[in-house]
Structures are given as structure tokens and as C-alpha cells.
């Protein structure tokens, strides 16, 4: 069982940036594909950015490529999600995410129902 809590969100104005951190129960954190997604108000949950167990390979939503960086830390147990010139349509919960299960296709963690593991989320609002 991996336990995830999410830190770092908050309220910033457009072209400012954020940090969320993603810190991680258990010892096996190294093992886990990793990712970070979002959900504003009335849409659907959607993929943000992936990182493999590695830190070897990321994958990033197009709406967010090279404004937000998905990085991690295994002998933390910790996740980031670095995000610079920010919109206010980034504005949502985010939420990190655990895959157990090992993928050779990366293309997979843009994909909700690979991930094992949910943390609660933490609101990002971005005012124009």
C-alpha cells in the first residue's frame, strides 16, 4: 500500500509559478511510475505529466510542454511538478498518482486507469 499526500498548490497570478511536491509512503517509492494530473471545476480528471520509476523518460499533456516539469527524488520518496508561466486555465486540483504495475509503452501513464494509488490533491488557482 503507498500512501500519497500532495503540498504546494495555492494562489499565484498569471505568469507566476508553482511548486507541488508529492510525498510518498512505503519503501518500494523507486519501483512506481509517477504522475500528475488535474480536474477543474466541472471537467473530468486529465493527464498532466508522467515520469517513469527511473526519472529516465517524462511525458507531458501537450497544453502544458515546457511551461510544467515533472521531476523526482527516490530517496525522498518524493515527486514534483514545477510549474512556470502559468494560466489561468491551469487553475484545478492536483492530484499524483502511483503505478505498480511496469508498462514498456509510456504512452500508458497519460492514462488514469494505469495508476494504482491516488493522493487527496491540492487546489492551483491562477487569477488573470
Known amino acids: 500500500q503507498v500512501q500519497l499526500v500532495e503540498s504546494g498548490g495555492g494562489l499565484v497570478q498569471a505568469g507566476g509559478s508553482l511548486r507541488l511536491s508529492c510525498v510518498a509512503s512505503?519503501?518500494?517509492?523507486?519501483?512506481?511510475?509517477l504522475g500528475w494530473f488535474r480536474q477543474a471545476p466541472g471537467k473530468e480528471r486529465e493527464f498532466v505529466a508522467a515520469?517513469?520509476?527511473?526519472?529516465?523518460?517524462?511525458l507531458y499533456a501537450d497544453s502544458v510542454k515546457g511551461r510544467l516539469t515533472i521531476s523526482r527524488e527516490n530517496d525522498k520518496n518524493t515527486v514534483y511538478l514545477q510549474m512556470n508561466s502559468l494560466k489561468p486555465e491551469d487553475t484545478a486540483v492536483y492530484y499524483c498518482?502511483?503505478?505498480?504495475?511496469?508498462?514498456?509503452?509510456?504512452?500508458?501513464?497519460?492514462?488514469?486507469?494505469?495508476?494504482?494509488?491516488w493522493g487527496q490533491g491540492t487546489q492551483a488557482t491562477v487569477s488573470s
Open positions: 498518482a502511483a503505478a505498480q504495475r511496469w508498462t514498456s509503452n509510456i504512452a500508458n501513464l497519460a492514462n488514469r486507469i494505469h495508476y494504482d494509488y
Open positions: 512505503g519503501r518500494t517509492f523507486s519501483r512506481y511510475d
Open positions: 515520469i517513469t520509476w527511473s526519472g529516465g523518460s517524462t
